[in-house]
Structures are given as structure tokens and as C-alpha cells.
């Protein structure tokens, strides 16, 4: 009965979050077992999360850096460093993907974030604008794997998986993806028989290449000095920053401070600085320190306007997943969560077969449903029977968010593909077709993640 109610208001076109509590407030009703004010109890205890302050700072930090022209900035730093390969632009909107996704944590600000800039910049350069659109799409994909990772707070709070260890998963995954990304890219470039964007520059390029020794080999050194040569690790952390600041007065670095962003994080996360959630707000304070003080590029009044946008988006996140806890909760309630799983294992007793139908079913929910709705729905619907297979929970969030960041490409509901066409001023259909051809590497990463959980699990299986 839950189940047909919640089907029912869908498709009466009630938004996934208020079809959620509905249903489950009927189903109540109808059932006179418990009193009503049970959905709202439900509901506020389902946010009463520490983890999940982490939300409203992540999506604050990357508003930041997205309004404080950080973007631009990383924009020319990755033109300057594979700009001037066959295909350069494509490779840059791959490259500059990466470096955003430690910084917004999701595709949407990825998208509309760089994705104005580059596709601008591959039109002008001569590229069709379908091209520009697809790499574009699914380089934005990259937001919500490399961490900070919006999707995995919401995971590692519903299955109860510690997100530090979800970020550390996602680096090597987001790395495989932008190395097929980019071999399709020069796959198409060899095709179509393009050339470089700009002129090779060994100034420029040393340049740049100075930048990552300074991004790698900052924290390399600061690791030495704290766990090797026993240095007071705050007071190490802090001079480090002061000589990083002089450096980039200095050295009048690109890209060097924004790059920063997610090597302080993983670092601050792996040697116990902070948690997860304490990480968030480092980020936010690393962002207005970049934007209000150093770079100067953010003003106060834009600052306000930042914090509204976030708190709208923040309100709607976060009442999707008070709506989730209560009908996930019903679902458990109920045995729907418990018959499913006796379905699928009488069906198969095969974790390989078990996460290809999951994939196949995460795939088809993606392009219906906002992912925080459709990681709510899910996981107390899967995460059992991931429990009895033997499936780490670390691997299949992975796995998980992939699959629903590809369905971010597709209509009905592929929120990116819509964004895109506004930014393109393409239609949905041309987007949607524009888009087809760059499904191959995201697919092909997405079997390899889901059947080589190794590659998923070293890096967490080193810290935790």
C-alpha cells in the first residue's frame, strides 16, 4: 500500500521529497496504528545528523569558489598545461573538471560553473557545440566522485559509512575516469584531425609544472616533518600556509591556493586534523579567505547573496532527506526492505550478479530522481542485501553515486543535460544526442569500478 501511494503521487507530478511524506503520512493514517505526529518526529530526527552539517558548508565553499572567479583561474592554469595538446580545449575542460570537482563536490556547479567558460572557449576555437556540450557533461560528472563529495555525505549518513573513508575512495575512480575522458578526446581529435589550441610554450608550461610541484610537494613536506621528524603538527600546518601565501605573493601563482583546497581536506581528514564535517568548514574558511581577503574578487554584498543561494539549497537537500528517513523508515517498517531482499537472493546468491541488476536499477532510478532522493529510496533497499553478499559498503556507495551521476545526463530528470542546454542554448533532444557518444568511457569506468573493488578500496584501507 506505502508503495502504491508514493507511485501514486509521482505521477500526479507532487515532487519526489512531498510525495515521500505524503505517502507515508497516508499510509498511516489509513493503517490507524501510529499517531501522525510520528512523520514529523520521523522527519527532524533524520536530519539530527552531525554528519550531515558537513551539507550546508560544502555547498557554501563551492558557491564561493564559483562566485569569487576561483574558476577562471583554474581555467587558464589547466589552458597553460595541456592546452597545447591535440585537442587542447577538450583536454582542459577534462583537466579543469578535476581540479573544480576538490572544491564543489557537485556536477551541477561544475557544470554551470566551468561549463560556461569552456564552452564559450570551444566555440570560439572552432568546435561544434555538441562536442563542447558532451565533454563538458561528462567531465562534470567528476564533481561528486573526487572528494569533497556531496552525494557520499548523504550516502555515508544513511548507511552509516564513515565519509572520510568515502572521499579517500573516490581519488583513484575520479583519476581512471579523466584518463578515458581524455583518451576520448584525443580519439576524436585524431579523427577529426585537430590540432593544439594555443602555441607550445616552455614558459608557460614550466610554469605550470612549477604549480603542481608546489601543489604535490607542499603537503609531501609537511608530512616529513610532522610524522618523520616529529614537528608540533599545528604549528608545522600553519607555518606551511604562511610560507605558501609568500610564495604565491611572490611567484604571482595561477591556481596554486585554489588547488589547495581538497589537498587540505584529505589532509586534514587522513592525519586527524578534523573530521569530515570540521573539513567542510576549513573549506568555507579557506574559500573567504581567498575570495574576501587574498584574491579580492569577492565583495561583501556578493557574499550575502552566496550565503541566501546556499541556504535555498541547503532547505531543499535537507528536506529531501527528512522525507526519505520517514518513508525509509515505513519501507523497514513494513518488510518491504526485508521481502525485497529474500526476492533477490532466492534469485541469485552472486554479489557479480546481484550488482549488475543493481546497476541496471540505480541507471534507470537516476534518470527519474534527484540523486539525494535516490540514495535515500535506495539504500535501506539495497544496503541489506550488500550486507548478506559480503559487498563493502565503502565499494558500493561508489558504485552507487556513479550510476546516479549518469543519470544526470539524461532526460526526464538529468538536471546537468538541462543546465547545459540553457548554458549551449541548445535543445534538450540535441544535448541529449550530443551527450550519447560520452556515455562509452563513463560505462566502461563504471564496470571497472563496480568489478574491481580494489581499485576502490587500496586508498581507504590505508587510513581507516
Given at each position: ?175 581512471l575516469m579523466a584518463v578515458l575522458m581524455m583518451l576520448t578526446v584525443a580519439y576524436y581529435a585524431h579523427k577529426n584531425g585537430w590540432g593544439a589550441d594555443i602555441k607550445f610554450d616552455w614558459t608557460r608550461l614550466t610554469k605550470a609544472l612549477a604549480e603542481t610541484a608546489v601543489v604535490i610537494g ?81 565583495t561583501w554584498k556578493m557574499f550575502v547573496k552566496v550565503c541566501l543561494d546556499t541556504v535555498e539549497t541547503t532547505s531543499t537537500v535537507l528536506f529531501i532527506v527528512a522525507a526519505a528517513s520517514i518513508f525509509g523508515w515505513m519501507l523497514t517498517a513494513t518488510g518491504v526492505t526485508s521481502a525485497i ?14 550488482l549488475l541488476l543493481a546497476n541496471l536499477l540505480m541507471l534507470f532510478v537516476g534518470c527519474f530522481l534527484e540523486p539525494t532522493a535516490a540514495i535515500t529510496i535506495l539504500v535501506p533497499i539495497l544496503m541489506p542485501i550488500c550486507q548478506q553478499l559480503g559487498i563493502d559498503p565503502v565499494h558500493f ?68
Amino acid at each position: 500500500m506505502l508503495k502504491v501511494l508514493f507511485l501514486l503521487l509521482m505521477g500526479g507530478g507532487i515532487p519526489v521529497a512531498i510525495a515521500m511524506a505524503g505517502s507515508a503520512l497516508l499510509f498511516i493514517l489509513w493503517s490507524g496504528n501510529l499517531p501522525p505526529f510520528v512523520v514529523i518526529h520521523r522527519m527532524v530526527s533524520g536530519i539530527d545528523s552531525f554528519p550531515l552539517l558537513a551539507v550546508p558548508f560544502f555547498i557554501l565553499a563551492g558557491n564561493l569558489m564559483n562566485n569569487a572567479g576561483i574558476t577562471n583561474r583554474i581555467y587558464n592554469f589547466a589552458l597553460a598545461l595541456v592546452g597545447w595538446l591535440k585537442g587542447g580545449l577538450g583536454h582542459v575542460n577534462v583537466l579543469g573538471s578535476v581540479i573544480f570537482a576538490g572544491m564543489s563536490g557537485t556536477a551541477i556547479a561544475d557544470a554551470a560553473g566551468l561549463g560556461t567558460i569552456e564552452i564559450k572557449a570551444m566555440k570560439d576555437h572552432g568546435y561544434s557545440t555538441e562536442f563542447a556540450v558532451g565533454v563538458t557533461a561528462a567531465s562534470a560528472t567528476l564533481g561528486p566522485i573526487i572528494p569533497p563529495s556531496l552525494p557520499f555525505v548523504i550516502y555515508g549518513m544513511m548507511a552509516n559509512v564513515s565519509v572520510g573513508a568515502l572521499f579517500l575512495a573516490g581519488i583513484l575512480p575520479g583519476a581512471l575516469m579523466a584518463v578515458l575522458m581524455m583518451l576520448t578526446v584525443a580519439y576524436y581529435a585524431h579523427k577529426n584531425g585537430w590540432g593544439a589550441d594555443i602555441k607550445f610554450d616552455w614558459t608557460r608550461l614550466t610554469k605550470a609544472l612549477a604549480e603542481t610541484a608546489v601543489v604535490i610537494g607542499w603537503p609531501l613536506v609537511l608530512w616529513l616533518l610532522v610524522d618523520k621528524a616529529g614537528a608540533p603538527a599545528q604549528a608545522t600546518v600553519l607555518t606551511g600556509l604562511v610560507l605558501l601565501f609568500v610564495a604565491d605573493k611572490m611567484f604571482k601563482f595561477q591556481a596554486v591556493l585554489p588547488i589547495m583546497t581538497p589537498v587540505l581536506l584529505i589532509g586534514g581528514m587522513t592525519t586527524g586534523l578534523f573530521t569530515p564535517t570540521e573539513g567542510a568548514i576549513a573549506a568555507c574558511v579557506w574559500s573567504m579567505v581567498l575570495g574576501l581577503f587574498w584574491y579580492r574578487t569577492l565583495t561583501w554584498k556578493m557574499f550575502v547573496k552566496v550565503c541566501l543561494d546556499t541556504v535555498e539549497t541547503t532547505s531543499t537537500v535537507l528536506f529531501i532527506v527528512a522525507a526519505a528517513s520517514i518513508f525509509g523508515w515505513m519501507l523497514t517498517a513494513t518488510g518491504v526492505t526485508s521481502a525485497i531482499s529474500s526476492w533477490v537472493l532466492s534469485f541469485t546468491q552472486e554479489a557479480w550478479v546481484f550488482l549488475l541488476l543493481a546497476n541496471l536499477l540505480m541507471l534507470f532510478v537516476g534518470c527519474f530522481l534527484e540523486p539525494t532522493a535516490a540514495i535515500t529510496i535506495l539504500v535501506p533497499i539495497l544496503m541489506p542485501i550488500c550486507q548478506q553478499l559480503g559487498i563493502d559498503p565503502v565499494h558500493f556507495g561508489l558504485v552507487m553515486v556513479l550510476n546516479l551521476m549518469i543519470g544526470l545526463l539524461h532526460p526526464p530528470m538529468g538536471l546537468v543535460l538541462f543546465v547545459l542546454a540553457r548554458v549551449a542554448k541548445l535543445s534538450v533532444e540535441r544535448t541529449t544526442v550530443a551527450i550519447l557518444p560520452w556515455l562509452a568511457p563513463l560505462l566502461g569506468s563504471l564496470v571497472i569500478i563496480t568489478y574491481f573493488p580494489k581499485l576502490v578500496l587500496w586508498l581507504p584501507k590505508q587510513f581507516f
